[in-house]
T-cell receptor, first 114, second 109 residues
Framework: DAGVIQSPRHEVTEMGQEVTLRCKPI?????LFWYRQTMMRGLELLIY????????DSGMPEDRFSAKMPNASFSTLKIQPSEPRDSAVYFC????????????FGAGTRLSVL | EDQVTQSPEALRLQEGESSSLNCSYT??????LFWYRQDPGKGPEFLFT???AGEEKEKERLKATLTKKESFLHITAPKPEDSATYLC??????????FGTGTRLQVFP
């Protein structure tokens, strides 16, 4: 398996623009997680899905952030409008129910909002 | 409030110089403690899961241990390729992992 695939790897945008990050989880995994990583706050969980259904979005910083999982093989994280403080590395991870909660991470998307 | 604290923030070792990384946690209903390794520009990679106090897991030069309040990641005779950031995370009675901020390890030849 190719692992968790995220795109794009790097995104540079201007403040106020819409940003869409994409994730393809490992086939057969039941859970999908979106994280944000910064030097100051480390790795923070934003939202997670179980069988394509959002379970907990308490980590989503504000209404500018939204996430969808239209099917088992695709998820998006959207920021609209983007702000400079959204600059961070965003990770997607997936996990099979049988793994004992081991999460497998993608390579991340480095977002810079100017 | 659940809390995971890792120390030190950064550690520089000479090749072959053994040491330990600490992860202390305050969480109710711990279901598991996880260690991950993260290389620059990459996502975290799973190393170990520990489920109960007294448990130990080993992989090559790494050994993870767990008590009721903390976990240690012992690195024996490290090599430069062990240089990375090591993250610990705790799992409560949900499916959410709460991560510490990590220890950046540098091993010099």
């Amino acid at each position: 398996d190719a692992g968790v695939i995220q795109s794009p790897r790097h995104e540079v945008t201007e403040m106020g623009q819409e940003v869409t990050l994409r994730c393809k989880p490992i086939s057969g995994h039941d859970y999908l997680f979106w994280y944000r990583q910064t030097m100051m706050r480390g790795l923070e969980l934003l939202i997670y899905f179980n069988n394509n259904v959002p379970i907990d979005d308490s980590g989503m910083p504000e209404d500018r952030f939204s996430a969808k999982m239209p099917n088992a093989s695709f998820s998006t994280l959207k920021i609209q409008p983007s702000e400079p403080r959204d600059s961070a590395v965003y990770f997607c991870a997936s996990s099979p129910r049988s793994s004992g909660n081991i999460q497998y991470f993608g390579a991340g998307t480095r977002l810079s909002v100017l | 409030e659940d809390q995971v604290t890792q120390s030190p923030e950064a550690l520089r070792l000479q090749e072959g110089e053994s040491s330990s990384l600490n992860c202390s946690y305050t969480v109710s209903g711990l279901r598991g403690l996880f260690w991950y390794r993260q290389d620059p520009g990459k996502g975290p990679e799973f190393l170990f899961t520990l489920y109960s106090a007294g448990e130990e897991k080993e992989k090559e030069r790494l050994k993870a241990t767990l008590t009721k309040k903390e976990s240690f990641l012992h690195i024996t005779a490290p090599k430069p390729e062990d240089s990375a950031t090591y993250l610990c995370a705790v799992l409560r009675n949900t499916d959410k992992l709460i991560f510490g901020t990590g220890t950046r390890l540098q091993v010099f030849p």
